[in-house]
Nanobody
Framework: QVQLVESGGGLVQAGGSLKLSCAAS????????MGWFRQAPGKQRELVAI???????NYADSVKGRFTISRDNAKNAVFLQMNSLKPEDTAVYYC????????????WGQGTQVTVSS
């Protein structure tokens, strides 16, 4: 079982920055990929960024050049640095992990609210 705890959300003005953090804890898990997803009101959850255990990254087109995902493998932690925030980035942000040998993200955090005012 894996428990994920996110932190770092909040209210920021457009053009500002926030950094989200997520720490995984538990036992008997072996994390491959870690990722951030978001869900805005009335919309489906969408991928924001993914990082593999080796450091390879993928980003949604809407955040490329503005957001940076990173991880600390020793601490089983993943981070999302968000710069040049826009009102359309407003959403609940979730971290998730995918274990080796699995195709889906099986563990999810509780979510943290990010609100960008115009």
């Amino acid at each position: 079982q894996v428990q994920l705890v996110e932190s770092g959300g909040g209210l920021v003005q457009a053009g500002g920055s926030l950094k989200l953090s997520c720490a995984a804890s538990g036992s008997d898990f072996d994390i491959n990929a870690m990722g951030w997803f978001r869900q805005a009101p009335g919309k489906q959850r969408e991928l924001v960024a993914i990082i593999s255990s080796g450091g390879s990254t993928n980003y949604a087109d809407s955040v490329k050049g503005r957001f940076t995902i990173s991880r600390d493998n020793a601490k089983n932690a993943v981070f999302l640095q968000m710069n040049s925030l826009k009102p359309e980035d407003t959403a609940v942000y979730y971290c998730a992990v995918r274990e080796w040998g699995l195709r889906t993200f099986g563990y999810w955090g509780q979510g943290t609210q990010v609100t960008v005012s115009s």
